[in-house]
């Protein structure tokens, strides 16, 4: 049977004003590059969008996750509207694009990438998230409750489709190594691990039933261990599927009602609440943000999108946006204090140690 690939990859190749939105024309270029990907059989299908001053790029094909061709279409994209973003005086132009070489594929090149390869089951609902002006293990609070809260997801109890569970690949992500746990067995040892969003974080997760295979996929690329330097956050994104032996949509959804904080924010060093929002509100405005996160979902056949649906474009997440409002009004009050801005562990690839050297040879015993 063939096999359909889901391929979410996104940078920040500019923005306006300053890290607030993608610039409308470099969304529409990118349109019509993949376009012409599509008409010469490359892709399936695709659809572009923004996170915040993100683009995202989401395919369809059948050319198996790390395709040299799929990313290099996305680099060739990216690098293009850089190169408008640099002509129309954009902020941030390429900020994301950390080499000018394409090396087989963008992992470690910059751009974020969350990519899956599926049997489609005869109605596949798959749902994509995007963030913005946040860490890879922002998605770690609502994927576990999504795949092993059954405060959250009911179908872990009551369906025997779920009852087993699910497994989690993990990865530490300042040593590039990985660890697969299995829920519910392994719960603890889990929230041992994810419980710091800032070191370990959930890469993917796979259903107990390997007829079903893969249920999610999270990009974790941590762009200041790639460059060395603060260049920006990660803005990670997610695929993850649902329904007939997944979570349900709403399962899925009600994992992100809580506002949960997480790292990123202004100039990548505070601490603030993920509000979840449409895609017409997911333009960044006050202390750029609070963080964002977008959700697009669709039904899947033979490679073809069918929709989507701005799933945030809900009133019943209204009372998540307040709460996230007020959250930010209380933590912004701290100012550059902790825990507003983030412990000094965490700045260190931030611009403060470029503040602090000042103070190196200051210091004395008494």
């Not at 999270?218 to 997610?238: E, Q």
């Not at 979840?276 to 006050?286: A, D, H, I, M």
């Not at 609070?290 to 979902?297: A, M, T």
Request: aromatic share 10%; with cysteine.
């Amino acid at each position: 049977m063939t096999k359909t690939t889901i391929s979410l990859i996104k940078a920040d190749i500019g923005s306006s004003p300053g890290h607030v939105v993608v610039y409308e024309p470099l969304m529409e270029k990118a349109e019509e590059l993949l376009e012409k990907a599509k008409e010469n059989g490359l892709l399936i299908d695709f659809m572009v969008f923004n996170a915040g001053d993100d683009t995202n790029l989401l395919m369809t094909h059948e050319k198996g996750v790390n395709s040299e061709e799929i990313h290099k279409l996305a680099w060739d994209i990216f690098m293009d509207l850089g190169k408008d973003a640099r002509e129309y005086g954009l902020y941030g132009a390429g900020q994301d694009l950390l080499t000018d070489t394409f090396s087989g594929n963008v992992k470690g090149m910059g751009p974020g990438v969350a990519e899956m390869e599926i049997e489609e089951r005869p109605a596949e609902p798959i749902i994509v998230f995007a963030m913005d002006k946040t860490e890879p293990g922002a998605f770690n609070y609502p994927i576990f409750n999504i795949f092993a809260n059954p405060f959250n997801t009911a179908g872990l109890v009551i369906d025997p489709k779920l009852h087993e569970g699910f497994k989690f690949n993990i990865m530490d992500i300042y040593h590039n190594k990985y660890l697969s746990l299995s829920c519910p067995e392994q719960m603890y040892d889990l929230l041992a691990l994810v419980g710091a969003p800032g070191h370990y974080v959930i890469k993917s997760v796979f259903s107990k039933n390997e007829e079903l295979g893969q249920a999610a996929v999270i990009s974790t690329d941590k762009l200041s261990l790639i460059a060395g330097k603060y260049v920006g956050k990660d803005d990670p994104v997610a695929v993850v599927r649902s329904q007939s032996g997944f979570p349900a949509v709403g399962e899925v959804l009600e994992a992100f009602t809580l506002g949960h904080l997480v790292s990123g924010w202004m100039r990548g060093s505070h601490r603030g609440p993920l509000m979840p929002v449409s895609l017409e509100y997911s333009q960044n405005g006050r202390f750029d943000g609070p963080p964002r996160v977008v959700s697009l979902g669709f039904q899947l056949k033979n490679g073809k999108i069918v929709g989507p649906v701005d799933l945030f474009d809900d009133v019943s997440f209204d009372h998540v946006r307040r709460r996230a409002n007020e959250i930010a009004d209380y933590i912004r009050a701290h100012g550059p204090f902790e825990p507003s801005r983030l412990p000094l562990s965490e700045m260190e690839y931030t611009t403060l140690p470029e503040v602090l050297k000042k103070f190196e040879n200051m210091f004395t015993d008494e």
